[in-house]
């Protein structure tokens, strides 16, 4: 199963032939393990990371830390959830140290994300304040260096 | 060419020495020219990682260089070295090293093989080894003014080498047997217990063993066998070792050769006067390497061990028998389906399907009817290489 989610997770359309003669698994056994992982929800989905930037098509980022009062019984997760729920949260997560939640918000422009952290966000009941990054340049994401990954500088023939 | 020129060239040609002359021009590097005219051309011709020196070494060798660590080092090498060797042959093999006296810090395991050969060879004394073998076994122990004599080994036993076979070569000339395992060009691994007979006879004979273990860390779904310790083999055994193959170092020009004493101190004297030190750079990376790069092993040999499991299923798939290597990182398939000689084989595939192969005669006469293919390479490179090979051998078959 391990071997099978690690192949997957550095390249996710490697099919189930392909998998099964990398781990010398039956394809029918891979092929269920997969099917498995996928019901209980150990693979999430299959997704792509894509430099967007390419198409010239930039997409404005925000990283926003979140001060908020946790609530008796339900702690940070109900207001968690009150936020992550936004399409526009791409990410968030509970966090230690001088904020509790950081969450990424993704728009097409700076007032979109302005808005929304305006909006929909500083105004929730519980939370005491918000401090908000702009995303200026993306280096490395997901494990993958954006600009100037290392091409392979072998010499074609050696002993 | 004017007539001065080339007798110019004829008179400097008359100036190389016998040594050299009696030495056949590699047959990678003929190779490698006709390669280098192409374009479009991928490429299982190599013999080293496709992986980058791990981020964490050579920030290491970087900090070392801000810190101004460019200078000559002991002609042992960096005494830090060699006490973290001789922790890692004590934690992996259980072998005790003194890195005083019994470890020394080579630029490779290409400068430590010459220096044992040189170490210990006299004119005329008999080298045996395994053919095919890595390319330098043979040039070098000419070098030394050794007798290579070569111990053919065959597919039909996993290009193992025989122990039988090794002593019926035994002459009162003989020194040394020089073996590596796992094996460049075939990825052929050794039974611990053949390993253990030829070790028997190496005392029986009082022969000393160089046994390259370069490409140890690379085994796939078995454990390696250090030969030096096998029951009683540490005092005729020089083992020598190395940090290109497993953490992808090959440029670092590091590796090392683990002796009794003596035979450290003799190769140290060739050692100070012809290389002085291992390149300072190298060491500093290596001592990292030891301290903290064994995830990056673990996670090179899991990936090189599917890469591996996807060329040998598709050499068989395309009708070229590949038997299984358990080790190192090349794949050694017959290419007796198609009638043609390993170069043709390797010529015409890169002129008609730009896929570069090595041919296996270039690693000995047992290699012929084969080719190396080093699965070092993306996942996407061997599947469209495979699939290149399955035409021409559709065509030639
Ligand atoms: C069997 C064998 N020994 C030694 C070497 C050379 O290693 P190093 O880079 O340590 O000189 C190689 C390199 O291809 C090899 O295949």
Same mark, same amino acid.
């Given at each position: 199963?391990?071997?099978?989610?690690?192949?997957?997770?550095?390249?996710?359309?490697?099919? #189930?032939?392909?998998?099964?003669?990398?781990?010398?698994?039956?394809?029918?056994?891979?092929?269920?393990?997969?099917?498995?992982?996928?019901?209980?929800?150990?693979?999430?989905?299959?997704?792509?990371?894509?430099?967007?930037?390419?198409?010239?098509?930039?997409?404005?980022?925000?990283?926003?830390?979140?001060?908020?009062?946790?609530?008796?019984? #339900?702690?940070?997760?109900?207001?968690?959830?009150?936020?992550?729920?936004?399409?526009?949260?791409?990410?968030?997560?509970?966090?230690?140290?001088?904020?509790?939640?950081?969450?990424?918000?993704?728009?097409?422009?700076?007032?979109?994300?302005?808005?929304? #952290?305006?909006?929909?966000?500083?105004?929730?009941?519980?939370?005491?304040?918000?401090?908000?990054?702009?995303?200026?340049?993306?280096?490395?994401?997901?494990?993958?260096?954006?600009?100037?990954?290392?091409?392979?500088?072998?010499?074609? #023939?050696?002993? | 060419?004017?007539?001065?020129?080339?007798?110019?060239?004829?008179?400097?040609?008359?100036?190389?020495? /016998?040594?050299?002359?009696?030495?056949?021009?590699?047959?990678?590097?003929?190779?490698?020219?006709?390669?280098?005219?192409?374009?479009?051309?991928?490429?299982?011709?190599?013999?080293?990682?496709?992986? &980058?020196?791990?981020?964490?070494?050579?920030?290491?060798?970087?900090?070392? !260089?801000?810190?101004?660590?460019?200078?000559?080092?002991?002609?042992?090498?960096?005494?830090?070295?060699?006490?973290?060797?001789?922790?890692?042959?004590?934690?992996?093999?259980?072998?005790?090293?003194?890195?005083?006296? /019994?470890?020394?810090?080579?630029?490779?395991?290409?400068?430590?093989?010459?220096?044992?050969?040189?170490?210990?060879?006299?004119?005329?004394?008999?080298?045996?080894? *395994?053919?095919?073998?890595?390319?330098?076994?043979? *040039?070098?122990?000419?070098?030394?003014?050794?007798?290579?004599?070569?111990? *053919?080994?065959?597919?039909?036993?996993?290009?193992?080498?025989?122990?039988?076979?090794?002593?019926?070569?035994?002459?009162?000339?003989?020194?040394?047997?020089?073996?590596?395992?796992?094996?460049?060009?075939?990825?052929?691994?050794?039974?611990?217990?053949?390993?253990?007979?030829?070790?028997?006879?190496?005392?029986?004979?009082?022969?000393?063993?160089?046994?390259?273990? %370069?490409?140890?860390?690379?085994?796939?779904?078995?454990?390696?066998?250090?030969?030096?310790?096998?029951?009683?083999?540490?005092?005729?055994?020089?083992?020598?070792?190395?940090?290109?193959?497993?953490?992808?170092?090959?440029?670092?020009?590091?590796?090392?050769?683990?002796?009794?004493?003596?035979?450290?101190?003799?190769?140290?004297?060739?050692? /100070?006067?012809?290389?002085?030190?291992?390149? %300072?750079?190298? /060491?500093?990376?290596?001592?990292?390497?030891?301290?903290?790069?064994?995830?990056?092993?673990?996670?090179?040999?899991?990936?090189?061990?599917?890469?591996?499991?996807?060329?040998?299923?598709?050499?068989?798939? %395309?009708?070229?028998?590949?038997?299984? *290597?358990?080790?190192?990182?090349?794949?050694?398939?017959? %290419?007796?389906?198609?009638?043609?000689?390993?170069?043709?084989?390797?010529?015409?595939? !890169?002129?008609?399907?730009?896929?570069?192969?090595?041919?296996?005669? &270039?690693?000995?006469?047992?290699?012929?009817?084969? &080719?190396?293919?080093?699965?070092?390479?993306?996942?996407?490179?061997?599947?469209?290489?495979?699939?290149?090979?399955?035409?021409?051998?559709?065509?030639?078959?």
């Amino acid at each position: 199963m391990k071997q099978i989610l690690e192949i997957l997770e550095s390249n996710a359309r490697l099919g #189930v032939e392909q998998i099964s003669t990398m781990t010398n698994m039956p394809a029918t056994e891979v092929e269920k393990t997969i099917r498995q992982a996928e019901k209980s929800r150990t693979i999430l989905r299959y997704k792509t990371v894509i430099n967007w930037s390419k198409l010239g098509e930039e997409r404005v980022q925000a990283l926003v830390e979140v001060k908020v009062t946790p609530q008796r019984d #339900v702690g940070f997760d109900a207001i968690a959830e009150r936020i992550y729920r936004f399409p526009q949260v791409h990410s968030a997560y509970l966090v230690s140290g001088t904020y509790d939640l950081a969450i990424l918000v993704v728009g097409r422009t700076m007032q979109e994300i302005a808005a929304f #952290v305006a909006e929909k966000l500083a105004p929730l009941e519980t939370v005491q304040g918000t401090v908000t990054h702009f995303l200026l340049k993306r280096y490395k994401e997901d494990g993958e260096i954006f600009e100037g990954g290392e091409e392979i500088k072998r010499l074609p #023939v050696t002993p | 060419m004017s007539a001065t020129h080339s007798s110019h060239i004829k008179a400097a040609a008359r100036l190389i020495s /016998q040594r050299v002359n009696n030495i056949s021009p590699s047959g990678i590097r003929k190779f490698f020219d006709l390669l280098s005219s192409i374009e479009g051309v991928i490429s299982l011709g190599v013999g080293e990682p496709d992986f &980058v020196t791990p981020w964490r070494i050579r920030e290491a060798a970087i900090y070392s !260089l801000e810190k101004g660590y460019t200078m000559y080092t002991s002609n042992y090498g960096l005494p830090e070295l060699r006490r973290e060797l001789a922790k890692y042959l004590e934690s992996h093999y259980g072998l005790d090293y003194d890195p005083d006296t /019994q470890l020394l810090i080579t630029a490779g395991v290409s400068e430590a093989f010459d220096l044992a050969l040189r170490a210990i060879v006299n004119q005329g004394d008999e080298v045996i080894m *395994p053919d095919p073998c890595y390319v330098a076994y043979l *040039p070098c122990t000419l070098l030394a003014g050794g007798v290579p004599i070569l111990v *053919p080994t065959s597919e039909a036993n996993n290009f193992e080498i025989k122990a039988s076979d090794i002593e019926s070569r035994i002459t009162e000339r003989t020194k040394a047997i020089l073996i590596g395992y796992p094996a460049n060009p075939t990825g052929a691994v050794m039974p611990g217990e053949e390993l253990n007979r030829i070790s028997e006879i190496a005392r029986r004979y009082n022969l000393l063993v160089i046994s390259d273990e %370069i490409y140890g860390r690379l085994v796939y779904s078995i454990e390696h066998t250090c030969f030096a310790s096998l029951p009683n083999a540490k005092e005729h055994t020089i083992l020598l070792g190395g940090f290109s193959k497993a953490y992808a170092m090959t440029g670092w020009r590091v590796g090392y050769a683990a002796a009794e004493p003596e035979i450290i101190e003799a190769m140290l004297k060739v050692h /100070q006067y012809t290389m002085l030190c291992a390149p %300072i750079m190298g /060491q500093i990376a290596a001592i990292e390497a030891l301290k903290a790069g064994e995830a990056d092993v673990i996670r090179m040999v899991k990936e090189y061990d599917r890469r591996r499991r996807v060329i040998v299923k598709g050499l068989n798939d %395309i009708g070229l028998a590949c038997f299984e *290597p358990k080790g190192a990182f090349y794949a050694f398939p017959s %290419i007796k389906a198609t009638g043609i000689t390993s170069e043709e084989f390797a010529e015409k595939l !890169l002129m008609e399907e730009k896929v570069a192969v090595v041919p296996g005669s &270039v690693f000995g006469r047992c290699g012929e009817g084969y &080719v190396r293919c080093c699965y070092a390479t993306s996942l996407a490179d061997i599947e469209e290489a495979l699939r290149r090979m399955g035409r021409f051998v559709e065509r030639h078959r």
